[in-house]
């Protein structure tokens, strides 16, 4: 599913801890237009349950996640 995914802007947040990567996505998200997609580039392990449900608290989707090297990709769509 997020394989074929093409994001319209890229947020790195790898390094950071919680709560950095939700207040920078925050941050992002307010500056993107509705349908576009942000992939947020994190290290930290508490990322993977805090984006979901960011997400859904603020009303945007949440398209998933895959590995990389050394860190994870995280999708949302703007709403």
Do not use: W
């Amino acid at each position: 599913m997020v394989e074929n995914i093409t994001p319209d802007e890229t947020l790195d947040c790898r390094g950071l801890s919680c709560p950095m990567p939700i207040l920078k996505t925050k941050k992002a998200i307010g500056k993107m237009k509705s349908g576009q997609i942000l992939e947020i580039l994190g290290t930290d392990p508490g990322t993977k349950n805090d984006l979901p449900a960011f997400a859904q608290k603020t009303g945007h989707e949440y398209l998933g996640e895959k590995e990389d090297q050394g860190f994870t990709r995280f999708y949302i769509q703007v709403k």
